[in-house]
């Protein structure tokens, strides 16, 4: 039997993750019902269906995403990894599978949660706005990834099949069981390695509040409607102010 979808029932892809569980735990407090697809389980909560499965399987993705009508892709290897084939295999490979299961099963909106790397190319940029072009040499496999990934998403976009993308790019999340960024800055500088400075000291960096990038993906969700204007486009998410670094 189908189920038939509803526009309060989502899904998380990688809503075991930091940034999937901060959104699972705000859109359950928002009155959705949340579906979680990811390669592990790291929590419990009541009303979270978790569906244990890699990405790249769309048969696993299919079972998850009965009956939804809006999906959260926030799944990706963590960047720290250099294995390129993993990147290639689940951001690439794995996001086109993704927007197959998604136009099977009918889904309506899809947010990605991108990366403000895709247009970074080694040198400064301040107030960077979205018109920036691509990297041509993206700084890692993982970015060189998000890039396709991205591109991959909004070119899906399709008002005429009824399925609606918006990719959201923050920079460094910062919050509440962040497991990389604050703990890696407060081991570095335990062991001493943090004593110098790259630069004059001016340097600026940006780092958003998990919530505040929460609030970004659930607002794009929600604004995601075949007359508006952010279909199929990707949004810079920021604090209001950068950190000096
Ligand atoms: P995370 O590692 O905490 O969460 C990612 C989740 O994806 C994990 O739970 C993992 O199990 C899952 N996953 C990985 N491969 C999978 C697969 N093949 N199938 C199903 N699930 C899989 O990372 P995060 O910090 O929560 O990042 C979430 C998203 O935000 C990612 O797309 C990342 O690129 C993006 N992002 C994160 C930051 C940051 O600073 N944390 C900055 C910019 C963009």
């Known amino acids: 039997t189908r189920i038939r979808p509803s526009s309060k029932r989502c899904a998380v892809i990688g809503g075991s993750g930091f940034l999937g569980r901060h959104l699972v735990e705000k859109l359950l407090g928002k009155g ?4 979680v697809f990811d390669i592990r389980q790291s929590y419990e909560l009541p009303g979270v269906t978790f569906h244990q499965g890699d990405l790249c399987d ?5 079972t998850a995403l009965q009956g939804v009508s809006l999906v959260f892709h926030c799944a990706s290897p963590a960047p720290a990894s250099d294995d390129k084939a993993l990147f290639q295999r689940v951001n690439i490979q794995g996001t086109q599978t993704v ?3 998604c136009t099977e099963a009918g889904i309506q909106k899809v947010v990605l949660t991108s990366s403000a790397s895709v247009v970074f190319e080694g040198t400064d940029i301040k107030d ?9 040499k993206p700084i890692d496999y993982y970015t060189e990834t998000k890039i396709e990934q991205e591109k991959l998403v909004l070119k899906a976009c399709d008002k005429e099949k009824g ?3 918006v990719a959201i790019r923050p920079h460094g999340i910062f919050g509440p069981r962040d497991p990389q960024l604050v703990p890696i800055l407060v081991d570095t500088a335990r062991r001493g390695n943090m004593k ?10 940006d780092f958003t509040f ?8 659930i607002l794009s969700a929600e604004s995601l409607r075949p007359e508006s204007p952010i279909c199929g486009k990707a949004y810079h998410i920021t604090n209001d102010e950068p950190v000096r670094f």
Do not use: C, M, W
């Open 32 to 35: 959705y019902t949340v579906s």
């Open 99 to 101: 927007l197959q299961a």
């Open 58 to 62: 769309k048969q696993a993705l299919l």
């Open 128 to 136: 960077g706005r979205e018109d920036l072009p691509y990297a041509k």
């Open 196 to 205: 110098f400075i790259i630069g004059d000291g001016s340097n600026l960096v």
């Open 210 to 217: 998990v919530d505040n990038v929460v609030h970004g993906l």
């Open 163 to 165: 399925l609606l993308t």
